[in-house]
C-alpha cells in the first residue's frame, strides 16, 4: 500500500542531493504540479521560484485563481503572459501530436528564459506516470504526446527533475493530503489546457468558445452535486468540435458549431467510464450553452464512450 509520509520524506532527501542552486518550476495550479511545488519548495526552500505561464488557452478565471492561491501559501512565484506567442505558434496547427509538441516546445522557450534571469538551471515539472507512459517510448506505443514529455525539445538547456514521475493520480492526491495541498481534490486540467479541447486548428475565437462552454458544464455539475442531485464526475468538461450543423432560432435557419460534454469516472487516469449524469443536469447544460452562446453554437451532444477505446480528453 502506498504510504505518502514515506514517499515524501523519501522524495525530500532525494530532491536535496539532486538540486545544488536555484530551480524553477512550472505549475499551472493543478494537483500535480502544486504537489510537485510543496515537495521540492520542503527540500530547497526559497531557491525554489514557481513559474505560471498564461498560454491563453487557459479556463475562465484560471489565472486569477491560481494567483490568488500562490498568495494563500506564500509561494516565490511569477506569472508570465505569453499567449500571443502560443496563440502564434499554434497558427495553421491541426494535428493533436503536432499541437502538443508545439506548445511543450512554446513552455520550455519561456522556462528556458525565465531561468535565466532567475540564475536557475533545473526545472521541475509535476510529470505523473501516465504522461510517460502514454507518450510512448519507442517499446510502448505513443497513445498522445504529453506536452511535458514528448515536447520536450532536444536543445533543451535545463536539468530535468520529476519528483513524482513514478506516480499515479490517485497517489498524487494521497501525497497533496498529507502535504495540505489545497488542490488535492481538483478534477484533472491537460497541460496544453484547452488547446486540446478545440478540435482543429486554435485561435482566439474558439477558445473563448470552449473557455465559455467548459465554465458552464463545470457550473452546472458542480452546482447539481452540492443540490445533491449527482456524485461530482472525477472529470468533466466541454470540447468544441470541428463541425456546423443546421438549427433552428425562433423562425431564422441557424447554423452553428457543436459542443460535445465529457464527464468521467477514473480513479488513476489510465481508465474510465462515462458518467451516468441525469438527464435534468445534461438539459440545463444544454439550455444554458445555446442560449448563453447562441451566436455560436446551437447543438450539444454528450459523450458516452469509455476509456479505452477512447481516451479522456479528445486530443
Known amino acids: 500500500m502506498f504510504d505518502a509520509e514515506a514517499f515524501v520524506n523519501e522524495k525530500v532527501e532525494e530532491i536535496k542531493g539532486a538540486i545544488d542552486g536555484k530551480a524553477i518550476i512550472a505549475c499551472s495550479g493543478g494537483v500535480d504540479s502544486t504537489v510537485a511545488a510543496a515537495l521540492v519548495s520542503r527540500a530547497i526552500g526559497d531557491r525554489l521560484l514557481t513559474i505560471y505561464v498564461n498560454n491563453g488557452f487557459m479556463r475562465k478565471g484560471e489565472t486569477e485563481a491560481v494567483e490568488a492561491m500562490f498568495k494563500r501559501v506564500g509561494m516565490n512565484y511569477r506569472l508570465i503572459d505569453a499567449s500571443d506567442e ?3 505558434a499554434m497558427k495553421g496547427v491541426i494535428d493533436p501530436e503536432k499541437k502538443r509538441k508545439v506548445i511543450g516546445e512554446r513552455f520550455i522557450r519561456v522556462f528556458e528564459r525565465v531561468a535565466r534571469e532567475y ?3 533545473y526545472l521541475v515539472q509535476g510529470t505523473i ?3 510517460w507512459i502514454e507518450s510512448g517510448d519507442g517499446v510502448r506505443d505513443t497513445i498522445k504526446s504529453h506536452h511535458n514529455v514528448g515536447g520536450l525539445p532536444k ?4 536539468i530535468l527533475v520529476e519528483p513524482l514521475r513514478d506516480l499515479y493520480k490517485d497517489e498524487v492526491r494521497k501525497v497533496a493530503r498529507y502535504l495540505g495541498v489545497e488542490v488535492a481534490e481538483r478534477q484533472p486540467f491537460p497541460g496544453p489546457a484547452l488547446a486540446v479541447r478545440v478540435i482543429g ?3 482566439r475565437e474558439s477558445v473563448a468558445i470552449v473557455r465559455e462552454a467548459c465554465a458552464i458544464v463545470e457550473e452546472e455539475m458542480e452546482k447539481a452535486a ?4 449527482m456524485t461530482l ?5 466541454a470540447v468544441l468540435l470541428p463541425c456546423q450543423t443546421v438549427g433552428v432560432q425562433g423562425d431564422v435557419r441557424a447554423y452553428g458549431r457543436t459542443i460535445a460534454v465529457r464527464a468521467v469516472e477514473s480513479v488513476d487516469g489510465m481508465s474510465a467510464s462515462y458518467s451516468k449524469v441525469p438527464h435534468e443536469v445534461l438539459e440545463r447544460i444544454s439550455v444554458r450553452i445555446t442560449n448563453e452562446m447562441k451566436s455560436d453554437v ?3 451532444v454528450y459523450d458516452i464512450t469509455n476509456k479505452p477505446p477512447a481516451t479522456i480528453e479528445y486530443e
Open 155 to 158: 536543445d533543451m538547456d535545463l
Open 298 to 300: 446551437n447543438r450539444v
Open 129 to 131: 506516470a501516465p504522461d
Open 226 to 229: 452540492a443540490a445533491g442531485k
Open 86 to 88: 502560443f496563440f502564434d
Open 233 to 237: 464526475p472525477w472529470q468533466y468538461f
Open 201 to 203: 486548428e486554435v485561435n
Open 119 to 121: 540564475g536557475a538551471k
